[in-house]
């Protein structure tokens, strides 16, 4: 179901029955259905040494609205038509340990203008080094966020696969 927002009234009228069930239906929607996705990947992921890799999601935990697709543009988490304003959204990104090098997350709108970055030191010792960014931007329908990951550690790392934590990324209306 997507928002159905009727023509604007110009003139006192009575509400007619079109109305109001177009009122029923918009109140249910934004109760039941309002676009919100938490999505994750379910297997490490390579992250070439110095090189922005973008992230892919292959599994939903939830989706009511339509926001991400498991099979086509698995990396996006897509504003559905009617959602557009303020958003919500962040991810987790979990590193296999390794002491070298920095780490980098950034969340994209549309490929390329960053919303949220985080840049850090490798976790000393050798330990799993784990970043979330979050952040709250005005979107568009039709816009998109992506997760890219960087690290210098010498080599390929991986982006860890780890159960309801990496890689986890999220967004949520919260209207207009």
């Known amino acids: 179901m997507a928002l159905n927002i009727p023509a604007a009234v110009?003139?006192?009228t009575t509400i007619?029955?079109?109305?109001?069930?177009?009122?029923?239906?918009?109140?249910l929607w934004l109760a039941?259905?309002?676009?919100?996705?938490?999505?994750f990947h379910s297997a490490n992921q390579s992250c070439t040494?110095?090189?922005?890799?973008?992230?892919?999601?292959?599994?939903?935990?939830?989706?009511p609205?339509?926001?991400?697709?498991?099979?086509?543009?698995?990396e996006r988490i897509t504003v559905p038509t009617g959602a557009g304003g303020k958003w919500a959204f962040g991810a987790t990104v979990s590193f296999a340990a390794n002491a070298t090098g920095q780490r980098q997350v950034?969340?994209?709108?549309?490929?390329?203008?960053?919303?949220?970055?985080?840049i850090r030191d490798a976790a000393a010792?050798?330990?799993?080094?784990?970043?979330?960014v979050s952040g709250q931007y005005a979107l568009s329908a039709g816009d998109y966020l992506t997760v890219v990951a960087?690290?210098?550690?010498?080599?390929?790392l991986n982006v860890s696969a780890a159960s309801a934590y990496s890689p986890e990324f999220w967004a949520e209306w919260r209207r207009t």
Request: charged share 20%; glycine share 10%.
């Open 150 to 156: 960087r690290q210098t550690s010498g080599g390929a």
């Open 32 to 39: 039941t259905d309002a676009p919100t996705c938490r999505v």
């Open 125 to 132: 010792g050798g330990e799993v080094t784990s970043i979330t």
């Open 65 to 74: 609205a339509g926001c991400h697709s498991t099979t086509t543009n698995t």
């Open 16 to 27: 007619t029955k079109t109305w109001s069930d177009a009122i029923r239906e918009s109140l």
């Open 106 to 118: 950034r969340i994209l709108l549309n490929g390329s203008t960053v919303l949220a970055e985080d």
């Open 10 to 12: 110009t003139t006192l």
């Open 49 to 63: 040494n110095g090189t922005l890799t973008t992230l892919l999601f292959d599994s939903e935990r939830y989706d």
